[in-house]
T-cell receptor, first 117, second 114 residues
């Protein structure tokens, strides 16, 4: 079965520090997708990124970057020059095929990031 | 923009009551999902639906049922609410099958069963 491990339960940093959130996954599928979501204090999960298993290029979007390494089954997320608005719970997720070709997601338990001013 | 709405942000019910949580999406998405979120446990899938009247059990379906009579609406039913069903309930939808599409989430319903 698919599994996603986010070993860091909580991280606290000071504003402007860089921070990396770890995500390790387990799957037997050769084709799969990985996701990151952000859940701010308001509660609504916000989609950040999707990456497929054949694309190992790192991705950068502003202060956010993602490092996908199949060899270590990891999909880590780095925030550069963190800001107070980055404070949230971050979830990593892995696709799993269901009936009818539908795909569901298996989520990690989340990492709570607190950025202090 | 995709919009997923849930009928209530906060709900308080008594043990033994039948509870309906409603979710509506406005983007013609094929798939809809119900999760519960508890501290330290992350998001756990209760049920999902990949088509009207089609449903599949998730990881923790016990004590819950679902209904999807129309494509845009997915209901979660607690037949006889119990205190261990006190939780945050999140609804989500995604575009279709065959690829892997991101899920869009509603704002959540915080249910308290007393």
């Amino acid at each position: 079965a698919q599994k996603v491990t986010q070993a860091q339960t909580e991280i606290s940093v000071v504003e402007k520090e860089d921070v990396t959130l770890d995500c390790v996954y387990e799957t037997r599928d050769t084709t799969y997708y990985l996701f990151w979501y952000k859940q701010p204090p308001s509660g609504e999960l916000v989609f950040l990124i999707r990456r497929n298993s054949f694309d190992e290029q790192n991705e950068i979007s502003g202060r956010y970057s993602w490092n996908f390494q199949k060899s270590t089954s990891s999909f880590n997320f780095t925030i550069t020059a963190s800001q107070v608005v980055d404070s949230a719970v971050y979830f990593c997720a892995l696709s799993e095929l269901g009936q009818g070709g539908s795909e569901k997601l298996v989520f990690g338990k989340g990492t709570k990031l607190t950025v202090n001013p | 923009d995709v919009k997923v709405t849930q009928s209530s942000r906060y709900l308080v019910k008594r043990t033994g009551e039948k509870v309906f949580l409603e979710c509506v999406q406005d983007m013609d998405h094929e798939n809809m999902f119900w999760y519960r979120q508890d501290p330290g446990l992350g998001l756990r899938l209760i049920y999902f639906s990949y088509d009207v009247k089609m449903k599949e059990k998730g990881d923790i379906p016990e004590g819950y049922s679902v209904s999807r009579e129309k494509k845009e609406r997915f209901s979660l039913i607690l037949e006889s609410a119990s205190t261990n069903q006190t939780s945050m309930y999140l609804c989500a939808s995604s575009l279709g099958t065959g690829g892997s599409y991101e899920q869009y989430f509603g704002p959540g319903t915080r249910l308290t069963v007393t």
